[in-house]
């Protein structure tokens, strides 16, 4: 559907999908960055929860940019969350498992949200209030889309500090000195669609692993 008035004005039903976006971005956001914050702290580091980073204020972990690309498109970034990494007893390993934990965080919500959307539609015998649908779709959609854009494996997304793991650690801080034009690189990619293919792939992969772990919704309400 064109969302588009024919004079260019962006549309009642466009604006509308925006705000929906702008709220569950309030919830995104924080719940994305505080994990990152909570696992480091439980592994040794304290940095993130030193600098307020482990809390669920919105204000405390947004960037302008990546917030308006979130609103705009689905997709965005935050402030990164200080990370170091000495202080883990293995400072691979505790790099890779605090990274996870954004994305993680995020199918998690997605999950949740997913829940909630089959148990009210459901419970409402398919007449739940529109409005509580579309935020619970959108909080679904969002959580899938940051959680698969930030396992790209290059810096400076979560997916680089997990394939840390796998890599010699010198050719990887070799590339950590490059991670701010190669996520350009990366934006200016996804911008001109160069990266739909394989985006897509893995945000429907996700959604079908979703649809069916919370399959058993289905069967409580007697959904063949």
């Not at 999908?17 to 569950?24: C, D, G, I, K």
């Amino acid at each position: 559907m064109n969302h588009f008035a024919l004079n260019g004005v962006i549309s009642p039903q466009e604006l509308y999908y925006y705000a929906l976006r702008a709220v569950a971005m309030l919830i995104v956001i924080p719940f994305h960055e505080s994990a990152h914050a909570l696992i480091s702290w439980k592994l040794g580091d304290s940095t993130a929860k030193d600098m307020g980073r482990l809390s669920m204020n919105p204000l405390r972990h947004f960037d302008p940019l990546g917030a308006l690309c979130m609103i705009a498109a689905g997709v965005g970034w935050a402030k990164p969350v200080g990370i170091n990494p000495t202080r883990f007893k293995n400072p691979k390993r505790g790099m890779a498992v605090s990274a996870a934990a954004g994305p993680l965080a995020n199918f998690l919500l997605a999950y949740a949200a997913m829940l909630l959307y089959k148990v009210v539609y459901y419970a409402c015998g398919g007449a739940a209030p529109q409005l509580v649908l579309d935020f619970l779709y959108v909080l679904i959609s969002m959580n899938i889309s940051l959680g698969v854009f930030n396992l790209i494996p290059v810096p400076p997304f979560d997916g680089s500090r997990i394939v840390l793991l796998f890599l010699p650690q010198k050719m990887y801080f070799q590339a950590m000195r490059y991670e701010k034009y190669i996520m350009g690189v990366v934006l200016l990619l996804v911008f001109f669609g160069l990266l739909n293919t394989p985006l897509n792939l893995c945000v429907n992969a996700a959604w079908r692993l979703l649809l069916n772990l919370t399959g058993f919704v289905e069967l409580l309400f007697g959904i063949a």
